[in-house]
């Protein structure tokens, strides 16, 4: 029996502490220790004389092809170009929100010409069956189990060697030497622990399905994402059908990747071709909306921008932002009244990006100011401009990123006009034709200009 005494854990970054404090020093969240037991787990002989084996860099050999294909190239991309092997991959996300459905799904192909593993804490085989017939999994290498016990799990992968194993969900697993309750923060530490130690020394790729707690994040979260390669969150809007799957952490890939799926009667299906998702259903003819091109990792996507900007009935206006930062939102609305005299005041102003998109990037800016002052004045925007830059405290625009990208993506959407920030323009190619009118504005007035340039007669005021 290992020894046990009571400790007191952080739930956000795992520091323990004899005695409960309001704070936790290690990372300054209050109110986050919890009270456990603490234990460790015996086996580990650490004191018998353990031996280090090292390797010259160079002598270092790997074998060449690591990674497989999931069948999903939209997940593939997020993990960085596909499976790799003996990696553990955390999937986290808002309960429905589809994990069980896309790992099953993806349980298809990976299971077509090797043995793949599906482990449910939450479901009976027949329930895990109903679901794959709805979906039409059915590849002769996929075994599925109802198990919560850990061990039992890690038995198993060492005899029967999968190359993929799936444990749906985390919280739900157990380890029988730890009296914790299952889902408890020192239950799901040590048994992604044992199930990472599994991973490496089998060569098993593993995905570990994690729920998230109110916060948004996985309960323990800086705790299980220290010990796993990969921290993937599947997010969107439960009430519409799309779903966006970013990568938090990746030790085999870029983090700035996304990949967006739909979700229809028969599972998830891709969606190869976002920009055109996202601006279906655009009103005509409504002034504060613009449509940004932005860069999700190396793709470029549209996106629609709307303000609405309405007569104040507080003292203090309401400035409401969904899916673009509320502080950068108060900057350019200060930006726009210093430099370019645009009062918002005695104004609401409520900024959306449609889609559930969260936008992150410097080269918004320009399309939420151009809406902004577009829902400010009542005047309506072209429908076929599209914008990108960066706004300067100095109502400049500043040059960014992957202009050719950005202006190719929003040609190829069928935009006839593109508004970009005039430092950028050098970076275009002058030999070629991107079938699409370029327009250089070096700050905010002079892209207020060129919209009145180009507005069609139709859209004038
Ligand atoms: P699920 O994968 O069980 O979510 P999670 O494992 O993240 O909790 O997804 C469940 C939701 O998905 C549920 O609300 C129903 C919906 N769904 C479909 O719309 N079509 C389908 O084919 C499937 C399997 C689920
Ligand atoms: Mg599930």
Redesign the pocket.
């Known amino acids: 029996m290992p020894k046990t005494k009571t400790v007191y854990i952080c739930s956000q970054c795992g520091q323990e502490y004899p005695k409960w404090n309001g704070r936790c020093y290690a990372c300054g969240s209050w109110g986050t220790l919890e009270e456990t037991i603490s234990e460790k787990r015996s086996g580990n002989a650490a004191h018998t004389a353990a031996k280090m084996t090292m390797s010259r860099i160079d002598g270092v050999d790997f074998p060449e092809e690591t990674r497989c294909k999931t069948g999903m190239n939209e997940l593939d991309r997020v993990l960085g170009g596909g499976l790799v092997r003996g990696s553990l991959v955390l999937l986290g ?1 808002d ?7 896309l790992l099953l799904q993806i349980c298809n192909t990976l299971a077509a010409d090797q043995r793949v593993m599906y482990v449910s804490g939450e479901e009976s085989e027949r329930q895990i069956k109903l ?1 794959a017939d ?2 039409g999994v059915n590849a002769p290498g996929l075994y599925i189990s109802s198990c919560t016990d850990c061990d039992a799990i890690i038995e198993a992968m060492r005899t029967e060697k999968p190359s993929v194993m799936i444990i749906d969900s985390i919280q739900t697993m157990q380890l029988s030497d730890i009296q914790s309750v299952p889902g408890s923060l020192v239950q799901v530490r040590e048994c992604t622990n044992a199930f990472m130690r599994a991973a490496k020394a089998l060569d098993i790729s593993v995905f570990l399905v994690g729920h998230v707690n109110k916060d948004g994040g996985i309960a323990g979260p800086k705790v299980l994402e220290h010990i796993v390669d990969t921290v993937l969150y599947f997010e969107g809007d439960k009430q519409l059908s799309y779903r966006i799957l970013r990568a938090a952490k990746n030790r085999f890939g870029s983090t700035n990747e996304i990949g967006v799926f739909e ?5 998830l299906y891709e969606v190869e071709n976002p920009s055109a998702m996202l601006l279906s259903g655009r009103p005509a003819g409504v002034s504060g909306i613009t449509i940004l091109c932005t860069m999700e990792g190396s793709r470029p996507i549209l996106a629609e921008v709307q303000a609405l900007v309405a007569k104040s009935g507080f003292s203090a206006p309401r400035r409401v932002s969904a899916g673009f930062d509320y502080n950068r939102l108060c900057v350019l609305l200060a930006v726009l009244e210093k430099r370019a005299g645009f009062a918002f005041g005695a104004f609401d102003v409520y900024i959306n990006i449609i889609g559930g998109l969260k936008i992150d990037e410097p080269a918004s800016d320009l399309a939420v100011a151009l809406a902004l002052y577009s829902g400010l004045c009542d005047k309506v925007i072209g429908e076929d401009v599209a914008v990108f830059g960066e706004v300067g405290l100095g109502g400049e625009l500043r040059a960014v990123s992957h202009i050719r990208q950005r202006v190719r993506e929003a040609a190829r959407m069928g935009f006839g006009k593109c508004i970009v920030p005039k430092a950028s323009l050098k970076e275009l190619d002058k030999s070629e034709d991107y079938g699409i009118s370029i327009y250089g504005a070096a700050n905010l007035k002079q892209a207020f200009k060129v919209l009145e340039a180009i507005a069609e007669p139709g859209d004038k005021k």
């Open positions: 996300g309960p429905g929100i589809g994990k069980s459905t679901r709805r979906l979700m229809r009667d028969k599972g």
